[in-house]
């Protein structure tokens, strides 16, 4: 044999071991399996058949059910769920994939947040999704964010591996988060007046005498005083618009409290009556704030809705529908918002400021006396008199 056909016959064994290298039959560490990979396999065919969502974290462990054709949360008595939330979690959910495997040390699971949920103090979350027949159609742990953008940190619970997963999905641990919240509203512009009664007497009321006036009229504001803005009885106004809650009850099984209870009649020009009938609940029952504390009492309400005999009859039509849709239901108002419909006459006046000196008085308020003037000023004093005349002067004497 030649030395140019050895020359030969090793070129082309050097160029057969690089073909197989390159087709991967080095010794090299294969590429990781899994990758670009749905984090719930098959939901995105699947996702119409999802009957139930149940989210189990250290903050609570609740399910979102379909009914018919609506979602409920069940642990707040089965009320109607949120069901842009609901479309947002599984769309959140279908879209999440695999972008690169991390951990699967259960030691090191707490370092992104992929822990058993039922670990003391985990910040996971298991969500379950399951089909009309309780048939299992996937579930996952979601951990911490991620260190890259629009990802965070997830497993499978039948798998060690955990993951690092693309996908946006912000999931809301709280069962509270889940009831439809703006369910029903009253806009401002439909309401005539306001009238509210407090259990001590005190009665505040405000009205527009028609539908196209703009201004909100305070009614019998007392003597000296004069409303602090004029948007004050805008705030009754609007109390309803929407009903302001942030967690509901079944009203078969909860009772009003008897604590400070306050009624607030609202009439619109059309005919609708509604009458919200509030109380604050007793310290023991209230529940405490997040991260410990004072447990802070909630105003709980009920809202009743008929119509008048001179409604509507879009009114009455809409007064049936309402009632049925309130009247289950014991509703913990928003603190911040339910001032509207509890306000007292001293949340919305102040006094009449004297006039200064060279101004015209302040017209007092519709149904009130003009304010006394204070003591010291000058509409106070007597007017002065005249002083005297000086006496003529008298002639010097004569020497």
């Not at 005498?209 to 009885?233: H, I, N, Y």
């Not at 309130?326 to 009449?352: C, F, H, N, T």
């Amino acid at each position: 044999m030649s030395s140019r056909t050895v020359v030969a016959l090793v070129l082309v064994a050097l160029l057969g071991g690089a073909a197989a290298w390159l087709a991967g039959g080095s010794r090299a560490t294969p590429a990781a399996t899994g990758l670009d990979t749905p984090l719930i396999p098959g939901l995105s065919e699947r996702v119409n058949d999802v009957g139930s969502i149940s989210i189990l974290s250290k903050d609570e462990h609740f399910t979102v059910h379909k009914d018919g054709g609506s979602w409920k949360v069940v642990e707040h008595g089965s009320y109607p769920a949120n069901f842009e939330l609901v479309k947002k979690t599984l769309m959140g959910l279908v879209a999440m994939k695999t972008v690169e495997p991390k951990t699967g040390n259960p030691d090191l699971y707490t370092k992104i947040g992929v822990e058993d949920p039922e670990q003391p103090g985990a910040d996971s979350a298991l969500v379950t999704l399951l089909d009309a027949n309780g048939q299992s159609l996937g579930a996952a742990i979601l951990g911490h964010n991620g260190t890259l953008p629009s990802t965070l940190y997830a497993r499978r619970p039948s798998e060690a591996q955990s993951w690092l997963v693309h996908g946006d999905l912000f999931l809301e641990k709280r069962s509270s988060q889940w009831i439809d919240k703006e369910a029903w509203k009253l806009p401002a512009e439909r309401v005539k007046s306001v009238l509210t009664e407090h259990a001590d007497g005190e009665t505040l009321r405000s009205a527009r005498d028609a539908e196209t006036d703009a201004t909100v009229t305070l009614r019998d504001v007392p003597e000296g005083m004069q409303p602090k803005s004029t948007s004050v009885g805008r705030m009754q106004q609007s109390a309803l618009d929407p009903l302001p809650f942030e967690d509901v009850a079944p009203a078969a099984s909860f009772t009003l409290p008897a604590n400070d209870r306050c009624v607030t009649t609202i009439d619109t020009f059309d005919g609708l009556h509604v009458v919200v009938t509030s109380a604050v609940e007793d310290v023991a029952s209230a529940p405490v704030p997040e991260g410990g504390g004072t447990p802070k009492p909630r105003i709980w309400a009920t809202v009743q809705v008929s119509a008048n005999a001179d409604a509507s009859d879009a009114a009455k039509a809409e007064a049936e529908k309402s009632a049925a849709q309130l009247s289950p239901w014991v509703y913990a108002l928003q603190e911040w918002r339910a001032g509207g419909l509890r306000r007292r006459m001293s949340d919305m006046v102040q006094p009449i400021p004297p006039p200064k000196i060279g101004q015209t008085p302040a017209a007092p308020a519709e149904g009130a006396a003009p304010a006394a003037p204070e003591a010291g000023s000058p509409g106070d004093q007597p007017p002065a008199e005249p002083p005297a005349e000086p006496p003529p002067p008298t002639e010097p004497p004569k020497g």
